[in-house]
């Protein structure tokens, strides 16, 4: 079957790094995307691995291992702006995406 | 450059009517996605066009869902009839044809079924 894992809540300080795992199954893997979502908005692209190894973008940076089939998304420097849910996605061959339940990151001051 | 248009944003209806949802993806986006997010989860997706064609439906529930994309352009939603556990917010993403791993999102149609 297809599933992805991710712990559905996250509590962090501001100025803090957090980690955000997401385990997945499924045949045909083509790559690990993430995506942010605020209360009552629309997810937002974050990055995406293809290939093993780490992808950094300004504060956020995200991890793909294809053997362990496991990936990572790491915020640094954690604002209050940043409390939102955190999606993982997989992509399949036929480019089929497939979302997590997603975490919901709480920034306290 | 504009976003991904959906309308309308907020929609309430009976059970066992019909809805329809309308979707203009970003110029030039060849693929366009319906996602069906309800409340605590993830989007799922429903259906998937890539240009005027189906990708993949597999999640469709087709006896009430059905959806199209004329001239490979905007794409409409309908339910018909719509039941209790389809109130959700129907979200539309469109992703250019160089890249389908990022996907741009619209504002979405939050639907309530009563």
């Known amino acids: 079957g297809q599933s992805l894992e991710q712990p559905s809540e996250v509590t962090a300080v501001e100025g803090a790094i957090v980690q955000i795992n997401c385990t997945y199954q499924?045949?045909?893997?083509?790559?690990l995307s993430w995506y942010q979502q605020h209360d009552g908005g629309a997810p937002t692209f974050l990055s995406y691995?293809?290939?093993?190894g780490l992808e950094e973008t300004g504060r956020f940076s995200s991890f793909l291992s294809r053997s362990d089939s496991y990936g990572y998304l790491l915020l640094q420097e954690l604002q209050m702006k940043d409390s939102a849910s955190y999606f993982c996605?997989?992509?399949?061959?036929?480019?089929?995406?497939?979302f997590g339940a997603g975490t919901r990151l709480f920034v306290k001051a | 450059e504009a976003g991904v248009a959906q309308s309308p944003r907020y929609k309430i209806i009976e059970k066992r009517q019909s809805v329809a949802f309308w979707c203009n993806p970003i110029?030039?986006?060849?693929?366009l996605y319906w996602y069906q997010q309800i409340l605590g989860q993830g989007p799922k997706l429903l259906i998937q066009f890539q240009n005027n064609g189906v990708v993949d439906d597999s999640q469709l529930p087709k006896d009430r869902f059905s959806a199209e994309r004329l001239k490979g352009v905007d794409s409409t939603l309908k339910i018909q009839p719509a039941k209790l556990e389809d109130s959700a917010v129907y979200l539309c993403?469109?992703?250019?044809?160089?890249?389908?791993?990022?996907?741009?999102f619209g504002p979405g149609t939050r639907l309530t079924v009563l």
């Open positions: 993403a469109s992703s250019p044809p160089t890249s389908s791993m990022e996907q741009f």
């Open positions: 691995n293809a290939l093993d």
């Open positions: 110029s030039g986006h060849a693929t």
């Open positions: 499924t045949s045909g893997f083509y790559g």
């Open positions: 996605a997989f992509h399949t061959g036929g480019f089929k995406t497939i």
